[in-house]
């Protein structure tokens, strides 16, 4: 590379870091930043085939992949930019044409990518500042070597010192865009409701509650970050083949009768002893007489959200479901859905549409996010119990425990066997949480000899025991025997 070629590619370097960082100071971690914007688009443009390996080879930490592909496309983005407009600049006896140019590469695409202004003004601009470094530099012009590295290094040190603000500013932005200014209006109801569900946990240092925390609540979204949608310019349409469609706003759904319900949700694409896998005290509306009003006349549904998921299944398989607004008697949280969720009893975590914005009745059906990736709406929850912790007690003894689960068949018992699946015996389990689709505590302690494996098996509220034969997540869900080795 000769020594010009090498100087625009440092600048153009330089200028995309800088960019991205002044676009992350005003945006923060949300979809306004032009990373996130172009994350959002790989996961959308990824086969299907990709998606359900890398759920099921690396679980969550699988958007660290397509975030550094985010990173590196966008990167590329405002270097190109910054290269042509360097170019041009120095190839005409103004700076500005090519300063010019090298902002609209910038904030042209920015803006199509992410739909904000702001963010995508102050990358071009910062984009902009260190063409306008690089085209003042010109070595036809009487820049020295020595006059160029000054330059270089100037623009390098100043865009690192800005790029450290920026991550304070974009942090700042991220927590502020978190942070929701409802409040939920409470009469003490959910307060004595969670109140009477702790008295149902089991005694165990060890074993999670039997509701979780909204922090504990497991996560799974198509995007990077979840959508910032503001609950008084937001609606809820209920069309498609209905005979009254109806649109709501939030204080009209605010000012129905509300509902409180424990409820459990589980990822499909879980692994058999993840915990993906929680019950929350969930607040809101019933879908069922929302349905009564529009008078549905099509069998299926589809429900939209404002991060572009979709999720599709037959209309009697989320009838029963809440549309809520309230988590543990909180205003749901933005990672949660807010301003407004399903809450199905009886499916996989995936109907349960956050940030929901259409409910769409169909004469017929068809495919959402995951549907068109092959996972089955339809599939029943597989029953689980989870082994999720070895506690070694002061007395010698081992505590095993966890969650059991099996939908709205419930759980009836758990069973633990410390020899391999040889003998059995009845795990204690927690009293049952109120709700027909709730997790249940249970734990077992023994004295342990030597290594051993231990088995744990639940009996659903039908008297079933949950089947042996161990399955993949994809397309209907785990199943299977958690088995672990213990260690004396
Ligand atoms: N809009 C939207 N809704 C969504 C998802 C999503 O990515 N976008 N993920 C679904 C999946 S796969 C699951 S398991 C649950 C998880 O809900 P949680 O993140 O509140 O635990 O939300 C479902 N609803
Ligand atoms: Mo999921």
């Excluded at 930043?33 to 998606?51: C, G, M, N, Y």
Aim: hydrophobic residues 40%; aromatic residues 6%; contains cysteine.
């Amino acid at each position: 590379m000769g020594r010009t070629n090498r100087v625009r590619v440092l600048f153009a370097t330089t200028a995309a870091v800088a960019g991205l960082a002044a676009g992350y100071a005003v945006a923060g971690w949300t979809e306004g930043f032009v990373v996130l914007a172009i994350d959002a688009l790989i996961v959308d443009l990824t086969p299907a085939r990709v998606v359900n390996y890398m759920i099921e080879a690396v679980g969550e930490s699988s958007h660290g992949f397509h975030l550094l592909g985010a990173v590196a496309a966008s990167g590329t983005l405002y270097a190109s930019a910054a290269a042509i407009g360097l170019v041009i600049a120095r190839g005409s006896r103004s700076t500005a044409p090519g300063v010019g140019i090298g902002i609209a590469l910038v904030v042209g695409p920015t803006l199509v990518l992410t739909g904000v202004v702001l963010p995508s003004i102050a990358s071009g601009l910062a984009v902009g500042a260190i063409v306008t470094v690089g085209a003042l530099d010109r070595p036809d012009g009487g820049s020295t070597p020595d006059g160029t590295r000054r330059s270089v290094v100037g623009a390098m040190a100043g865009t690192t010192a800005v790029s450290g603000l920026s991550l304070l500013l974009g942090s700042r932005r991220t927590r502020r865009s978190r942070r929701i200014d409802e409040s939920f209006v409470d009469d003490g109801r959910t307060a004595d409701l969670l109140a009477a569900a702790d008295e149902t946990g089991i005694e165990s240092t060890a074993v999670a509650p039997p509701v979780s925390s909204i922090d504990a609540f497991y996560t799974v979204d198509i995007t990077t970050a979840p959508p910032t949608v503001d609950a008084t310019d937001w609606r809820l349409s209920i069309r498609g083949a209905v005979d009254r469609p109806r649109t709501l706003s939030f204080d009209g759904i605010r000012e129905r009768e509300r509902v409180d319900r424990f409820v459990a949700l589980r990822c499909i694409g879980e692994g058999l002893n993840d915990d993906k896998l929680d019950t929350a005290l969930w607040s809101g509306i019933p879908l069922d007489a929302l349905l009564d009003e529009v008078g549905p006349f099509g069998e299926y549904v589809e429900l939209h959200a404002a991060d572009g998921y979709v999720a599709t299944t037959e209309l009697d398989a989320v009838r029963d479901g809440l549309l809520v607004y309230g988590m543990n008697g909180e205003i749901l949280p933005r990672e949660h859905g807010h301003p407004l969720r399903l809450v199905a009893p009886g499916t996989w975590g995936k109907l349960n549409t956050k940030w929901l914005t259409d409910v769409v009745v169909r004469e017929a059906p068809s495919e959402g996010y995951w549907e068109e990736r092959g996972w089955n709406s339809e599939a029943p929850i597989t029953a689980v119990a989870k082994l999720w912790t070895i506690d070694r007690l002061d007395d010698g003894r081992i505590e095993v425990g966890g969650h059991a689960y099996a939908g709205t068949r419930g759980v009836d018992r758990v069973e633990v066997s410390t020899d391999g699946g040889a003998t059995w015996t009845d795990a204690d389990l927690a009293d049952p949480l109120p709700g027909e689709d709730v997790t249940r505590q249970w734990r077992y302690r023994y004295e342990p000899e030597g290594t051993h494996e231990v088995v744990v098996r639940t009996i659903d509220g039908n008297g079933d025991r949950q089947p042996a034969e161990a399955t993949d997540s994809f397309p209907n869900g785990p199943a299977g025997w958690v088995e672990r080795r213990v260690e004396p």
